[in-house]
């Protein structure tokens, strides 16, 4: 079984046809068979520059959003590009020195940019880089390897407050530990592992100053359980599963399987998380609204581009981002906006 879901992550095994053609404007299952009651529309934004990718990693500093490293289909890439929601615009930046790579992670501490981990095609990695945008330059770190941390990929990162941080992820082990990045000293320090499963391709994100573990794989199962972390006392508490588990309240009913994935994309917009697409027996395109306030989820209309795994997803200015990722032998490099209370349109699709 594990061997399958490997396979998966990187794409050996093909998918159907029918799986690998979808273009679909509506969810599944008993809640999603129509979107005329979702809200949410999705449009056609400037296309990412780069070459179609899956796996690549994300970090904003300023008013720029970075993306780079991925998988094409073919090669491991080095390459990273700025966009920039006010022009429209993409700018190839310098190139990353490692490794190429795919499932590796990003964080960003006082407006330097940290990289490291992933899966250069034969082996797992546990170096990092950090990137300064007023030289446009990289440097190597400290290796998490060193400090008694595993090389991995499909881990999740996040900073908070002077300190960054990569948990989750697989060695040859599902994983959940947690581990801390000083900038001051260049030192990374093992923090309380994650209360929950194991796992791996899962999603982050940071409120409040707290972070956020949710969805992901462990040993071909998808997932349930849902983390925050609190850095000032180094603990994490376990939030509602996103999933129907509760016979006695109706809160979730509307849930079932639905918001469970793997290698998906999810950002903060409006002080709400929105995670879509991913992979669940097949790349998925439906897209669901997490209100960190109250703890419960809500399904949006889904992503109106073709269903992925793997895409990159973020905020700026009031709009939400998707953007790469692969469905079957294709590998994407369009860019689509998200406007989560907007009533959807597909005039502005094409």
């Known amino acids: 079984m594990m061997i399958i879901s490997r396979l998966t992550k990187f794409h050996y095994l093909i998918l159907s046809a029918a799986v690998a053609m979808v273009w679909v404007t509506g969810g599944c299952s008993k809640d999603s068979s129509t979107t005329s009651d979702l809200l949410g529309n ?47 615009t993409w700018k190839r930046v310098a190139e990353f020195p490692g490794d190429a790579r795919n499932s590796a992670v990003a964080f960003v501490v006082g407006g330097v940019a940290y990289v490291g981990s992933g899966f250069n095609g034969s082996t797992k990695l546990s170096d990092f880089w950090s990137y300064n945008p007023g ?109 129907s588990s509760n016979d006695d309240e109706e809160y979730d009913d509307d849930y079932g399987s639905n918001i469970q994935r793997s290698n998906a994309a999810i950002f903060v917009l409006n002080n709400k998380a929105y995670l ?20 419960l989820w809500a399904q949006k209309t889904s992503f109106e581009g073709a269903a992925r795994q793997g895409a990159i997803g973020f905020a700026q200015g009031g709009v939400g981002y998707i953007t790469t990722g692969t469905a079957g032998s294709s590998w994407f490099d369009d860019l689509w906006e998200f406007y989560p209370n907007a009533e959807q349109t597909t005039t502005d699709n094409y």
């Open 135 to 243: 030289t446009n330059s990289w440097t190597q770190i400290a290796d998490l390897a060193d400090f008694g941390g595993t090389a991995r990929y499909g881990a999740v990162a996040f900073s908070l407050g002077n300190k960054g941080y990569i948990a989750t992820g697989y060695d040859g082990n599902y994983l959940k530990d947690l581990w801390e990045y000083d900038p001051s000293s260049n030192t990374w320090q093992q923090k309380a592992s994650l209360t929950g499963a194991k796992r791996t391709d899962a999603a982050a994100f940071v409120y409040n100053n707290k972070a956020y573990v949710v969805t992901g794989v462990s040993n071909d199962s998808y997932l349930t359980d849902f983390y925050s972390y609190d850095q000032s006392t180094d603990s994490w508490t376990r939030l509602r599963n996103i999933n």
């Open 276 to 295: 879509c697409c991913g992979e669940k027996s097949g790349a998925t395109n439906t897209t669901w609204e997490y209100n960190i306030d109250t703890d």
């Open 42 to 88: 999705w449009k056609v934004s400037s296309e990412f520059e780069g070459i179609g990718r899956t796996e690549a990693v994300h970090f904003t500093i300023g008013d720029l959003e970075y993306v780079g490293l991925g998988y094409n289909g073919t090669d491991r890439l080095k390459d990273f590009w700025a966009f920039q929601k006010s022009s429209g």
